[in-house]
Every structure is written in structure tokens, then in C-alpha cells.
């Protein structure tokens, strides 16, 4: 943890949700705030900006999916969604509205940490300048000065789509993108309903990383959504 503990605004009116954020997130040294509705969480985050917004939907005064929405006119604040809605369909909605990630009830505290970690480590290359010129994680590393890439010290030679699709994915790593963007920002806004051609490039993108399909390391699916470059 960084000497300033990164603050963390929780938007949830369930008690009992709250109370076991609190401790999981003191507990790891992060400063909680707390806010019932989504009213009061635009406010407080207009007035006192966090590190992380961590987001439950289904809210006492509005949609969780507005605050989003209205947040997204004003800041980059990273939002990660925690809510008991699981359809495919919602997902895509809220990540296409502007959320940074996406949870559902019930949840891993490990796993929710994973995910507030990675959108932290995404704000501070943002605020540090410009991006990263070097990735890294566990075996699979990316030059991006140099458009190099490696896997266990080997270099692999990537097509310029597949190296596209994979860069992308690195300058959101751990943050789903859902199919819609990730189309967008490889091929272009034309190519935007077009999904086989993700499952084609995918595919050929995980058999040079020696990606198990099956069981991804690198390229995490998220099914009926997008996908996920894992960060740690």
C-alpha cells in the first residue's frame, strides 16, 4: 500500500453489505466512505472525488446504472459495479455505460480486491503520464516501444490485428471490455456487431500465448459479455 491510503467510495444500502466491505477494506488498509443512495454518492463524489467508486445497482432512489451514466459526463473515476443482477445483458449495459469492472452478488473478498487493485494500478499510470512502455505479468511480457512481444523470454510474432487486439486489451488490463468496444477500438466503429470476428482472432491470439482455452491465464472470458486481460 502506498503511504496515502487510496479511498474507496461504496454506494450500497444493504447493512449488511456495508458492514462486510468496511472490514474487508479497512482491513487492507484502503479509507471507505459510505453513501446509501445514488443521489447522495454523485454528490459525494462530485465533492470529494476517491480513488474507486464501488457501485451496488439496484439502489433506494435511482438506478445504479444512471449514477454511472452521470458520473461518466464529468470524470474518469475508476466504478467497479457489485450488484445482485447477473444477466448477461445488464453487464453489457453498465460496462458500455462506463463501469470499469463488474461483480455480482454473492462474491470472493479476494477477488473484489483483485479488482479494486487493478483499477488503481490503471489510475496511477494515467495520472503518472503516459502509458506504461513496458507489461508484464507472470511469463508474458509486451514492449510496446518496440511492439515486442515475449513469452518466457521467447519472442512470439503477432499479426498486426492480433497485436492490436492484444495491446488494447493491455491498456485496459483487468478491466472487462465488452465486445462492442473491443471491436470498436480494433477494427472501427463499422465493426461493431461483427463477434465472430473476435472468436477467430482470439483463438489465434491464445494459441501463440499458449493460452488453455479451457483454462485461460491471459485472455479471461466473460461469457455473453467480452473479455479480460488478466493484470496480476
Known sequence: ???????ILLIEDDPAIRRFLRVSLV??????????????GIQQAASRPPDVIILDLGLPDMDGMDVIREV??????????????GQESEKVVALDAGADDYLTKPFGVGELLARVRAVLRRGSARSAGAEQAVFEVEGLRADLAHRRVFMHGQE??????????????????????????????????QASEETHYLRVYMGQLRQKLGDDAA???????????GYRLAAE
Open 1 to 7: 500500500m502506498e503511504s496515502v491510503a487510496a479511498r
Open 27 to 40: 482491513n487492507q488498509g484502503y479509507e471507505l466512505e459510505e453513501v446509501e443512495t445514488g443521489r447522495g
Open 72 to 85: 461518466r459526463q464529468w470524470s474518469s473515476l475508476p466504478i467497479i459495479v457489485l450488484t445482485a443482477r
Open 156 to 189: 512470439i510474432h503477432l499479426t498486426p490485428t492480433e497485436y492490436r487486439m492484444l495491446t488494447t486489451l493491455i491498456r485496459h488490463a483487468g478491466k472487462v471490455l465488452t465486445h462492442r468496444q473491443l471491436l470498436r477500438e480494433v477494427w472501427g466503429p
Open 215 to 225: 483454462r485461460p491465464r491471459y485472455l479471461l472470458t466473460e461469457p455473453g459479455v
